[in-house]
């Protein structure tokens, strides 16, 4: 396993986030040794969404309005319905976003995490994967979509659902680590 000791990482989400999406890499990344910050556009917590229900919060670290890519060596999107789609509404957080893609640093978004990265129009001509539901979206804003578990383009990564999990994990690991 590699060794994220000295990395931070900020994790961008808001209400409504996949909770196996967000706790599952947040695990596997502080176990590795990386800091992880939940950034959203509050104060306070958020709260998860599992099998169609409201279920767990998390504290939030930082808000959007004090972010600031330059202190991350990562920024990773959960998926969730809600979660993406909020986000994508609010400016800071497409700025955010996009930051980290100007500043050639790692991008990991899962699920319908990517349509936050539509917004940011960080997509076209990238090779990446979604949730199935959002390919036509992804290939409408130029994207090449492929059915894959984990996929690399450059500094993004990406997954499918909840099953890619692990494989997503380890690959923003691998990245994040060189």
């Known amino acids: 396993m590699k060794n994220l000791k000295g990395k931070k990482i900020?994790?961008?989400s808001t209400d409504g986030f996949e909770e196996s999406e967000l706790f599952e890499p947040?695990?596997?990344?502080?176990?590795?040794g990386a800091h992880i910050d939940?950034?959203?556009?509050?104060s306070g917590v958020i709260k998860a969404w599992k099998h169609g229900e409201w279920s767990k919060t998390i504290a939030v670290d930082?808000?959007?309005d004090k972010a600031k890519e330059q202190d991350y060596d990562a920024l990773v999107i959960p998926g969730g319905v809600i979660n993406p789609d909020?986000?994508?509404?609010?400016?800071?957080?497409?700025?955010?976003?996009?930051?980290?893609?100007t500043n050639n640093k790692p991008v990991a978004a899962i699920c319908h995490g990517p349509q936050l990265l539509i917004e940011?129009?960080?997509?076209?001509?990238r090779k990446m994967t979604s949730f199935f539901s959002i390919k036509t979206d992804l290939q409408n804003a130029g994207a090449n979509w492929v059915d894959q578990e984990v996929v690399v383009d450059e500094v993004l990564i990406t997954s499918r659902n909840?099953?890619?999990?692990?494989?997503f994990s380890n690959k923003i690991i691998e990245v994040v680590s060189n």
């Open 38 to 42: 939940i950034v959203s556009l509050e």
């Open 26 to 32: 947040k695990k596997a990344l502080e176990n590795s």
């Open 10 to 12: 900020a994790i961008i």
């Open 162 to 167: 909840p099953n890619d999990l692990e494989a």
């Open 86 to 101: 909020k986000l994508r509404r609010e400016k800071k957080a497409v700025e955010f976003v996009k930051s980290f893609f």
């Open 120 to 125: 940011a129009d960080e997509v076209k001509g």
């Open 62 to 64: 930082v808000t959007l």
